[in-house]
């Protein structure tokens, strides 16, 4: 299995060791670190260069934008010349927490989406209360594979999502008991266009909500997702490590 969205430099009970060892010990074989503060940018570099199985993507969230200056371009081009530099992200628009900025958040997205295109590599996207601005963006701007990051729109969106370049990836909240969207959406998703993650330390699957969440718990999301569409969990864990691949 792939956990394709942990921020493990921000589990606060587990050292990296220990986490990665979980992970390997529970059939996790790679895991993906996504920058989210400006600061995450060099800890991200460093974990992929000290760890086999751990890759990275690198970008500022857009919650943390407010924080950015434009030295950290020629920062995230440079890094992206290693292998291990898998994605930008994660990437996107939040007006949830705070509309004071959303235009700053636009210009950022969009100055990220085209390091991505320049690099030829994929972007993950975090999308909360802003589909129509961030789905807009998108269609103008976006030229390499997307990824849905935590998806946790509707049906509807999820369809439009699909018509693009792109995988839907599924967290935790899919396992939680009030997800009305999820089921019909995983129902409705091709497993070919599946992907899943923890997006740990947050948002801990069922049956251990309430712990900090690590990379080792995917397996719950997957489980989740061969519940819902009937599949073998085996054939599908190998069709979705495909998919990320
Ligand atoms: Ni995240």
Same mark, same amino acid.
């Given at each position: 299995?792939?956990?394709?969205?942990?921020?493990?430099?921000?589990?606060?009970?587990?050292?990296?060791?220990?986490?990665?060892?979980?992970?390997?010990?529970?059939?996790?074989?790679?895991?993906?670190?996504?920058?989210?503060?400006?600061?995450?940018?060099?800890?991200?570099?460093?974990?992929?260069?000290?760890?086999?199985?751990?890759?990275?993507?690198?970008?500022?969230?857009?919650?943390?934008?407010?924080? !950015? /200056?434009? $030295?950290?371009? @020629?920062?995230? #081009? =440079?890094?992206? &010349?290693?292998?291990?530099?898998?994605?930008?992200?994660?990437?996107?628009?939040?007006?949830? !927490? /705070?509309? $004071?900025?959303? @235009?700053?958040? #636009? =210009?950022?997205? &969009?100055?990220?989406?085209?390091?991505?295109?320049?690099?030829?590599?994929?972007?993950?996207?975090?999308?909360?209360?802003?589909?129509?601005?961030?789905?807009?963006?998108?269609?103008?701007?976006?030229?390499?594979?997307?990824?849905?990051?935590?998806?946790?729109?509707?049906?509807?969106?999820?369809?439009?999502?699909?018509?693009?370049?792109?995988?839907?990836?599924?967290?935790?909240?899919?396992?939680?008991?009030?997800?009305?969207?999820?089921?019909?959406?995983?129902?409705?998703?091709?497993?070919?266009?599946?992907?899943?993650?923890?997006?740990?330390?947050?948002?801990?699957?069922?049956?251990?909500?309430?712990?900090?969440?690590?990379?080792?718990?995917?397996?719950?999301?997957?489980?989740?997702?061969?519940?819902?569409?009937?599949?073998?969990?085996?054939?599908?864990?190998?069709?979705?490590?495909?998919?990320?691949?």
């Amino acid at each position: 299995m792939i956990d394709t969205h942990t921020h493990i430099n921000c589990i606060e009970e587990l050292s990296i060791d220990k986490i990665i060892q979980n992970a390997k010990d529970n059939g996790v074989e790679k895991l993906i670190v996504p920058a989210a503060y400006p600061s995450d940018i060099d800890i991200v570099a460093e974990l992929v260069e000290k760890y086999e199985n751990v890759y990275g993507l690198l970008g500022v969230h857009p919650s943390e934008v407010k924080d !950015w /200056d434009d $030295s950290l371009i @020629d920062k995230i #081009k =440079e890094y992206s &010349i290693s292998p291990k530099i898998v994605g930008i992200g994660e990437i996107g628009l939040d007006y949830y !927490w /705070d509309k $004071s900025f959303n @235009d700053l958040q #636009k =210009e950022l997205f &969009i100055k990220q989406i085209q390091i991505a295109n320049e690099h030829n590599l994929p972007i993950s996207i975090h999308m909360r209360e802003s589909t129509k601005d961030c789905m807009d963006i998108l269609k103008q701007y976006a030229k390499t594979k997307i990824i849905f990051h935590c998806f946790s729109g509707s049906k509807e969106t999820m369809m439009e999502c699909l018509k693009m370049n792109s995988m839907i990836s599924f967290a935790g909240p899919i396992t939680f008991k009030n997800a009305r969207q999820a089921p019909e959406c995983i129902k409705a998703c091709p497993i070919n266009r599946i992907i899943t993650e923890t997006d740990s330390p947050y948002l801990t699957p069922v049956p251990f909500r309430g712990k900090e969440n690590e990379p080792m718990y995917v397996e719950y999301v997957a489980k989740k997702i061969c519940e819902i569409k009937q599949l073998d969990e085996s054939n599908a864990c190998k069709q979705i490590e495909e998919n990320f691949n």
